[in-house]
């Protein structure tokens, strides 16, 4: 079984300054991680994700995260936000195999509010 | 690449009425669906998993005979929920896991409100 925890579950910023969004997991066997993002009354997008290789995944907005095994740690961050990413922020893990292959569990979210 | 649909938006029905939702994967074959429901500031909670041409599987505490789930094809698994009362309004999201890529694509959700 896994489990995630974000650490906090709002983070206010102003427009262009860097953000961390904090996000640890446990887990008895191998994991895929992911960070996910959803807009007010909208499902989720996929942000970035990390199955395999290089531990530091970008997307194509900017954001970046680092899978720690050591510290079993999948924190995202921005170096300069924009107003639009003002949005809600989920981090989950998933099996590598077998039975929980495929079967997110999601962090509690985290909402990052944007101010200009 | 890697659409999920998901009909209708949102729904109004009367207490005792069933509802049908549809989640569609539009450019992809999925063999594991997912469906999810959401209360308002919280996370995801996974209700079901559903595979095709077999029966779902339940998480505990969730109640099959109420929420039917049938995944006819590789491309649509259907939720229904049966007789709803006002304790089932929610934000239904489903997702469908796209096998080669290890990777879950979530539809935009389905908010029902049972009056």
């Known amino acids: 079984a896994q489990s995630v925890t974000q650490l906090d579950s709002q983070v206010p910023v102003f427009e262009e300054a860097p953000v961390e969004l904090r996000c640890n997991y446990s887990s008895s066997v191998s994991v895929y991680l992911f960070w996910y993002v959803q807009y007010p009354n909208q499902g989720l997008q996929l942000l970035l994700k990390y199955l395999s290789g290089s531990t530091l995944v970008k997307s194509i907005n900017g954001f970046e995260a680092e899978f720690n095994k050591s510290q079993t740690s999948f924190h995202l961050r921005k170096p300069s936000v924009h107003i639009s990413d003002t949005a809600e922020y989920f981090c989950?893990?998933?099996?590598?195999?077998?039975?929980?292959?495929?079967?997110?569990?999601f962090g509690q979210g985290t909402i990052l509010t944007v101010h200009p | 690449g890697a659409v999920v649909s998901q009909h209708p938006s949102r729904v109004i029905c009367k207490s005792g009425t069933s509802v049908k939702i549809e989640c569609r994967s539009l450019?992809?074959?999925?063999?594991?669906m997912f469906w999810y429901r959401q209360f308002p500031k919280q996370s995801l909670m996974l209700m079901a998993t559903?595979?095709?041409?077999?029966?779902?599987?339940?998480e505990q505490g969730v109640e099959k005979d109420k929420f039917l789930i049938n995944h006819a094809s590789l491309t649509l698994s259907t939720l229904t929920v049966t007789s709803a009362h006002p304790e089932d309004s929610s934000f239904y999201i489903c997702?469908?896991?796209?096998?080669?890529?290890?990777?879950?694509?979530f539809g935009p959700g389905t908010r029902l409100l049972v009056l």
């Open positions: 450019d992809f074959q999925a063999t594991t």
């Open positions: 559903s595979n095709e041409g077999s029966k779902a599987t339940y």
């Open positions: 997702s469908a896991h796209w096998t080669g890529s290890g990777t879950q694509y």
């Open positions: 989950a893990v998933s099996g590598a195999g077998g039975t929980s292959y495929g079967k997110l569990t």
